[in-house]
C-alpha cells in the first residue's frame, strides 16, 4: 500500500523554472524506484525522469539539461526540479511507483507555461 500526493506546480513564463514534490506514505518508499510522468490535453501520458533506491536517473530526451530529479529518503519526497520551462512542458504532472506488481499514482498537480 503506497500513497503519493504531488505539490508544486502552478503557472509560469517560459524560461521559468518551478518545483514539483511528491510525498509517499511511509517506510517503503527507500526501497522503490520512483517516476515522474505527464500528460497534456488529448495526448498519452509520457514518462519523464525515473530514479532508482539507489539514486541513478534517467529522462526522456525532450527534458535533458532542464529537468532534474531527485529524493530524500529522510522525508520520503521524491523532486522534479524543472527549469528553462517551454510551452510544450504544460501538462499534469504525476508522480508515480511500482510495488508488489502493482502501479500507485498522484493525483497529478498542473503545470502551465505561458505568457
Known amino acids: 500500500q503506497v500513497q503519493l500526493v504531488e505539490s508544486g506546480g502552478g503557472l509560469v513564463q517560459p524560461g521559468g523554472s518551478l518545483r514539483l514534490s511528491c510525498a509517499a506514505s511511509?517506510?517503503?518508499?527507500?526501497?522503490?524506484?520512483m517516476n515522474w510522468y505527464r500528460q497534456a490535453p488529448g495526448k498519452q501520458r509520457e514518462l519523464v525522469a525515473t530514479?532508482?533506491?539507489?539514486?541513478?536517473?534517467n529522462y526522456v530526451d525532450s527534458v535533458k539539461g532542464r529537468f532534474t530529479i531527485s529524493r530524500d529518503n529522510a522525508k520520503y519526497t521524491v523532486y522534479l526540479q524543472m527549469n528553462s520551462l517551454k510551452p510544450e512542458d504544460t501538462a499534469v504532472y504525476y508522480c508515480?511507483?511500482?510495488?508488489?506488481?502493482?502501479?500507485?499514482w498522484g493525483q497529478g498537480t498542473q503545470v502551465n507555461v505561458s505568457a
Open positions: 530514479i532508482s533506491n539507489g539514486g541513478s536517473t
Open positions: 508515480n511507483t511500482r510495488y508488489l506488481q502493482r502501479d500507485y
Open positions: 511511509g517506510n517503503i518508499f527507500r526501497f522503490l524506484a
